[in-house]
T-cell receptor
Framework: QQQVKQSPQSLIVQKGGIPIINCAYE??????FPWYQQFPGKGPALLIA?????SEKKEGRFTISFNKSAKQFSLHIMDSQPGDSATYFC????????????FGKGTSLLVTP | ETGVTQSPTHLIKTRGQQVTLRCSSQ?????VSWYQQALGQGPQFIFQ???????GRGNFPPRFSGLQFPNYSSELNVNALELDDSALYLC??????????????FGPGTRLLVL
């Protein structure tokens, strides 16, 4: 059972565009929502994370928007660059489970020059 | 500060064999989690170790087992390998005793191919 649903599966944007990746969850016990970036042949690297007590968090060109009532959160990449081409995963976890991560299926992003 | 390291990087086994994968956690981290990532999928939680004890387990059969050592490094053992066990196995470490204990840092993974 997929506890975190992620869309779209793939995304193509031009350089400078703002790709948006969406995730939804059902378990209201989740209290930590990270995003990871993964390049081929590499392990996932933490990009940015948010807790449900805030509605938005920005770090550099990456922004998370969080809607607690809708149980949805999204990643926005500002001024996207070809080097941002990678697979992005959203995840959710909670303290009761030792923060074991429940991942979405991933979004393959291609930023064209 | 040393990041999470894993060995070996690649491994080929045949069905029915046993395999041991190793992970060294990031300096200062006392919690290790293991994940299985099938091709084109998100990582799936296998189990977590904290202070040498299993601290949670995902939906994986008992032939997946693990260990954590006093220096917080860890092993993942898989017995009776099946073709579907072919995947990237990821280790992640975290510092459960700190305010940001929920943050997990991943190693580069071990690519296992079962023939």
């Amino acid at each position: 059972q997929q506890q975190v649903k992620q869309s779209p599966q793939s995304l193509i944007v031009q350089k400078g565009g703002i790709p948006i990746i969406n995730c939804a969850y059902e378990n209201t016990a989740f209290d930590y929502f990270p995003w990871y970036q993964q390049f081929p042949g590499k392990g996932p690297a933490l990009l940015i994370a948010i807790r449900p007590d805030v509605s938005e968090k920005k770090e550099g060109r990456f922004t998370i928007s969080f809607n607690k009532s809708a149980k949805q959160f999204s990643l926005h990449i500002m001024d996207s660059q070809p080097g941002d081409s990678a697979t992005y995963f959203c995840a959710a976890s909670d303290s009761n489970s030792g923060y074991a991560l429940n991942f979405g299926k991933g979004t393959s992003l291609l930023v064209t020059p | 500060e040393t990041g999470v390291t894993q060995s070996p990087t690649h491994l080929i086994k045949t069905r029915g064999q046993q395999v041991t994968l190793r992970c060294s956690s990031q300096s200062g981290h006392n919690t290790v989690s293991w994940y299985q990532q099938a091709l084109g999928q998100g990582p799936q939680f296998i189990f977590q170790y904290y202070r040498e004890e299993e601290n949670g387990r995902g939906n994986f059969p008992p032939r997946f087992s693990g260990l954590q050592f006093p220096n917080y490094s860890s092993e993942l053992n898989v017995n009776a390998l099946e073709l579907d066990d072919s995947a990237l196995y990821l280790c992640a470490s975290s510092a459960s005793s700190t305010q940001n204990g929920e943050t997990q840092y991943f190693g580069p993974g071990t690519r296992l191919l079962v023939l």
